[in-house]
């Protein structure tokens, strides 16, 4: 099998951690001017948290998937 018997967990861990990652440096980093006049200022902080959230709980559960493999 390409990659290994334990795709879906790899993948699921990329997605979780980068879900994560990008949703929290978008909090912690916002950009410095607008692209347009309808882009936001920052993040929106609700939706932001709520995404961090589920990557991390997506790659939580793909690393135990992983390990329990």
Do not use: K, Q
Request: proline fraction near 4%; charged fraction near 20%; charge should be negative.
């Amino acid at each position: 099998m390409f990659l290994g018997d334990d795709l879906l967990a790899w993948l699921v861990l990329a997605i979780g951690g980068a879900m994560a990652a990008g949703n929290l440096a978008a909090l912690l980093r916002p950009p410095d001017t607008r692209r347009e006049d309808d882009d936001l200022d920052r993040a929106p902080l609700a939706r932001s948290i709520l995404f961090i959230g589920l990557g991390v709980v997506a790659a939580i559960w793909a690393l135990g998937s992983l390990f329990a493999a």
